[in-house]
């Protein structure tokens, strides 16, 4: 045998009897005193004889720690070398077997050390997580969760610790998450794994640790104390801040509310970094992304979706994300463990969408919102976000046009519901048409082209609907649907027939600029206007000008309107259309007569200024050889001739 075989047998040996030893110590240690005693002297070199290259030296060393375990579990007075053990931990040339084990006993001791023994070793034991195994660090993480409150922020220096950083605000928004009844109880296998977090993330939390709702409490009070100290960014505490606000328990609530509104006017809402964490939480793990089952985090629970919306509203710019956003309303409005109170915080989100969003992106996605705010406004379920909703539909209206210039029947669908709603809804659907003016703007080509296209729009013209309702349509027509184009027309020359005088006159205003008889008159005739203003030589020259300067009026063609009115006359002898008729001296009109007469008057008016010939009245006069040339030319048997013929005739023959 050699020299180094013979050295090597002796090693082996004196490892041996030294581990006997320490066997016969534990064994004669009655006392939970003894016992500490013999640990704190023994226990660190024998779990680094686990690095012996002799099987039978770690063999005995397994045994010795399967007894130390079933001595030290059974008496929780018993201390543990922990400050030997984390150096143990730490050392770079320890090999696997000897962190494990020094884990493991640290995790065991850990908790029994006086409270002024663990904020001594609390940064050493963050400072050791570094690029250890996930599970380590969680084990770690969750030993000096519940003192984070209590270390002095000069101890920690984590703000030159990024990954350490990042690690703790991990841990700390998923110990905020973590709900008081979801807390695992013995004897019981089945348990609901809290919104926000994942299957591997609720493991993680209650494996390591048992806790009973007081002490996660107190856990949630003390990471809120640590959030609160100048140590990290503003924008990385905003997230587990505002979970802790949205806490079941007042006191955690209570306690984040202050660091929030600090938070909340430090962070910059338009960076996407601030929110897209809030996102995240709020829809949960995207489905179409591929993670494992265990590690999908589920949505947000519903209390606390009110709290992430209240700030998710505060985005600007490039910070409200989409399609995030779209998401975030859609689940919110429509959810089935939705409220009536996240419906109208949702509405107010939208409305930041549609004002403060990008353009480009919005109108991709709005005909989405107007899929989904007409579904609310249609149902009586959602009765109480209605004037909202249509906040919404006039505003989106505002920014998208193009998702409302064809939807005619949407404009009398609003207009009908005027007279049934309540003064609230009066208002909500008087905003909601004057904000969707813009978005009707008639091209008249178009609709003489296709009148069909527009044909919902004046199915029940003389509706059962209130005088300010009424009075309130005309005086915003000329917004709601673009000055003089058809429809817009048609529709003011319904309302000059109306029964109240106030309405009628409204009507005349529109159409000609004016009420009064004679200059009506002489706006269908194309009367040359005179100035009969006073001159003040006090006044300014320019002023006085630009007061006497009045705009143009702006017309129809006379053939579009003519085909348009007549296009509405025969679709008024249809079906429920019948209705609108008058019986005159047996003959049957479509339109009143004081409405029929001013039609004609008003396709007088276009054809004049078709046909540019002023000062026209009194026919026969100096202009109508002019008028008939242009009769001649251009209408002369003409399918629109003959139609306003005929309804010339039709009047006259109830006259």
């Known amino acids: 045998m050699s020299e180094m075989e013979v050295t090597e047998s002796n090693d082996c040996s004196n490892d041996l009897l030294l581990l006997d030893r320490v066997f016969l110590r534990l064994g004669n240690a009655d006392t939970d005193e003894q016992l500490e005693s013999c640990l704190n002297r023994f226990l660190p070199p024998v779990i680094l004889k686990l690095s012996s290259p002799y099987e039978q030296v770690r063999t005995k060393v397994m045994e010795l720690l399967v007894h130390v375990n079933k001595r030290v579990k059974c008496r929780v007075n018993v201390q543990l070398p922990v400050e030997t053990l984390l150096q143990s931990y730490r050392d770079p040339s320890a090999n696997s077997f000897i962190i494990n084990f020094s884990i493991i006993y640290l995790t065991l001791g850990f908790p029994r050390l006086p409270r002024e023994q663990q904020l001594k070793l609390a940064p050493a034991i963050l400072e050791s997580i570094e690029n250890r195994p996930q599970t380590h660090q969680d084990m770690l993480l969750m030993l000096v969760m519940p003192l984070l409150g209590e270390i002095k922020e000069s101890t920690l220096n984590l703000k030159e610790k990024p990954k350490i950083s990042a690690l703790v605000l991990k841990c700390a928004t998923d110990v905020m998450l973590l709900t008081y009844r979801a807390l695992p109880n013995s004897g019981e296998d089945e348990f609901q794994i809290p919104a926000g977090l994942s299957m591997k993330s609720y493991k993680r939390l209650v494996d390591n640790t048992k806790l009973n709702p007081t002490q996660l409490e107190e856990m949630k009070l003390s990471i809120v104390n640590f959030l609160s100290k100048d140590i990290f960014n503003m924008n990385e505490i905003l997230l587990p801040l505002i979970v802790a606000a949205a806490d079941s328990r007042f006191s955690v609530a209570n306690h984040a509310n202050s660091p929030l509104i600090r938070v909340n006017s430090s962070v910059d809402w338009s960076q996407p970094s601030v929110v897209s964490p809030l996102y995240l939480l709020y829809l949960g793990t995207w489905k179409g992304l591929k993670v ?13 979706r009110l709290k992430l919306l209240q700030y998710l509203s505060k985005a600007t710019g490039p910070a409200i994300l989409f399609p995030q956003c779209v998401q975030v309303v859609f689940s919110s409005l429509f959810d089935p463990n939705t409220n009536a109170r996240l419906r109208n915080m949702t509405l107010m989100f939208l409305l930041n969408i549609i004002n403060n969003g990008d353009v480009a ?3 991709q996605v709005a005909s989405v919102f107007l899929q989904g705010l007409l579904k609310l406004v249609r149902s009586e379920e959602y009765t109480e976000h209605h004037p909202k909703a249509l906040m919404c539909l006039g505003r989106l209206a505002m920014k998208c046009p193009e998702c409302f210039n064809s939807q005619f029947t949407l404009l009398e669908e609003l207009v009908k519901k005027i007279p049934e709603s309540v003064p609230e809804m009066k208002t909500a659907l008087r905003d909601a048409l004057l904000d969707m003016a813009t ?10 082209k296709e009148p069909a296209s ?13 005088d ?3 009075t309130s349509a005309v005086s ?14 048609y529709l003011l020359l319904l309302a000059s027939g109306d029964s109240q005088d106030d309405i009628s006159t409204e009507a ?3 159409l000609y600029g004016t009420s009064r008889p004679n200059e009506i008159e002489d706006v269908v005739n194309n009367v040359s206007q005179k100035e009969t203003a006073v001159v003040n030589l006090d006044e300014d020259y320019s002023k006085r000008e630009q007061d006497v300067k009045q705009d143009e009026l702006t017309v129809p063609k006379f053939n579009d309107m003519v085909n348009y009115i007549w296009y509405e006359k025969e679709k008024r002898k249809k079906g429920s259309n019948v209705k609108h008729r008058f019986v005159v001296s047996n003959q049957v009109l479509q339109f009143h007569p004081q409405t029929y007469q001013e039609m004609l008057r008003y396709l007088r008016m276009c054809l004049n200024r078709d046909a540019n010939i002023k000062d026209c009245s009194h026919h026969p006069n100096a202009k109508s050889p ?3 040339k242009f009769i001649t030319d251009n209408l002369l048997e003409s399918e629109v001739l003959e139609r306003f013929l005929t309804m010339i005739t039709t009047l006259l023959n109830v006259s």
Not at 439 to 448: F, G, S
Not at 476 to 489: C, H, K
Request: hydrophobic share 40%; with cysteine; glycine share 2%.
């Open 454 to 466: 527009i044909a919902g729009t004046s199915q029940d013209d003389k509706m059962e609907v209130d």
């Open 439 to 448: 978005a009707y703007k008639i091209n008249v080509k178009d609709i003489v």
């Open 361 to 363: 992106q919005l109108k």
């Open 508 to 510: 005349l205003k529109h």
């Open 476 to 489: 915003s027509e000329p917004n709601a649907l673009a000055l003089f184009a058809l429809l817009d027309q």
């Open 468 to 470: 300010d309702s009424r």
């Open 626 to 628: 002019l008028l008939s």
């Open 292 to 304: 494992s089952p265990d590690e999908r985090r589920i949505p947000a629970c519903t209390r606390l």
